[in-house]
């Protein structure tokens, strides 16, 4: 009998006892959707001053932008690019436009506009998604966010990476838990139709195994649409990068980051969509967790512990 004949997570018609997001995409569209990462050229509050200088501490200068196309090219330019890039392994008849480098909503609406509006009008965007800070999300752009899911599906994706404020000022995140609650709360009061999808890093400097875990119960408390929880990756030129070199940072793991996942997943919703498992970081720039290249094998390997221990996404919660 297959693993699948016997699942007991409600969200699943395979052998994943959590609620993937390629499971979402196909009740939601039909079927699979490439999302194609974009660099609308904007940069953050904590690059340019506003709140901080440098970054976050692990952020390359691409701002998690490093698989999107250079942002001299127009939004069109860019999806023709990269479509024809996906093409070669997915149906790209479907996609979600997916403004990813740096912070999203951190200009003026007008540019903002301008923007969003190019990515709709090019053939097959059926989505978008806009990676921002809920630090940034003044009035008119939120009133502006809640039209735009009116005409196409919305989902605005919030790095909070810890719930854990001495976290936040180690990695130079240039906002508290409050102020990301507050950015949230604004989103979910404008529009119910705004999905929200809040972005977790395991392995941050400093974070025991149970402060990652409270992050992810503040989490589940909120009740995102989605949640993505990233392995933080050191990166070539980050101050990270920095601090590993000197041997002042660690990082995690292969066993306790898949162990750590696993018991996160038990304390979410299970109606709570799961962006992904792990992140992706460029080879070429990638310093460690070496053991991360093989991200294949780490998913499945959190798949044989969620099967192992007889759970699945949400156990905990009931």
Not at 198 to 226: K, N
Not at 249 to 259: K, L, N
Request: charged content about 25%; overall charge neutral; hydrophobic content about 35%.
């Amino acid at each position: 009998m297959k693993q699948a004949d016997t699942n007991p997570f409600l969200y699943s018609d395979s052998n994943k006892r959590y609620h993937t997001y390629e499971y979402y995409l196909r009740h939601r569209f039909g079927g699979k959707c490439a999302k194609l990462p974009l660099d609308a050229g904007f940069t953050c509050p904590n690059i340019d001053g506003r709140c901080g200088f440098g970054g976050c501490i692990y952020c390359s200068d691409r701002g998690s932008g490093d698989f999107a196309p250079e942002a001299s090219l127009s939004v069109t330019e860019q999806i023709t690019r990269q479509k024809a890039l996906f093409a070669k392994k997915w149906d790209v008849s479907r996609c979600i436009a997916y403004f990813q480098a740096h912070t999203n909503t951190y200009a003026p609406l007008e540019i903002l506009k301008q923007k969003y509006e190019e990515a709709l009008r090019c053939d097959g965007i059926v989505g978008m998604n806009i990676a921002t800070r809920a630090d940034c999300l003044p009035p008119d752009t939120v009133a502006y966010l809640a039209e735009l899911a009116e005409r196409t599906v919305l989902t605005v994706e919030l790095g909070l990476q810890s719930s854990n404020d001495q976290t936040a000022e180690r990695i130079n995140r240039g906002h508290d838990f409050a102020t990301f609650c507050k950015g949230f709360a604004a989103l979910r009061a404008r529009s119910p139709k705004i999905g929200i999808s809040v972005h977790l890093i395991f392995g941050l400097p400093g974070e025991s195994r149970e402060e990652m875990l409270q992050s992810v119960r503040d989490v589940a408390a909120l009740h995102p649409d989605q949640i993505k929880i990233h392995l933080l990756h050191v990166l070539r030129d980050t101050r990270l990068a920095e601090l590993y070199t000197r041997g002042e940072y660690r990082p995690m793991e292969r066993d306790a980051y898949i162990e750590t996942v696993a018991d996160a997943l038990e304390l979410l919703p299970a109606d709570i969509v799961v962006g992904r498992l792990t992140g992706d970081g460029a080879a070429a720039s990638l310093l460690a967790p070496l053991w991360s290249l093989r991200k294949t094998t780490v998913i499945n390997d959190i798949d044989k512990l969620l099967y192992a221990r007889g759970s699945y996404q949400g156990i905990r919660t009931s």
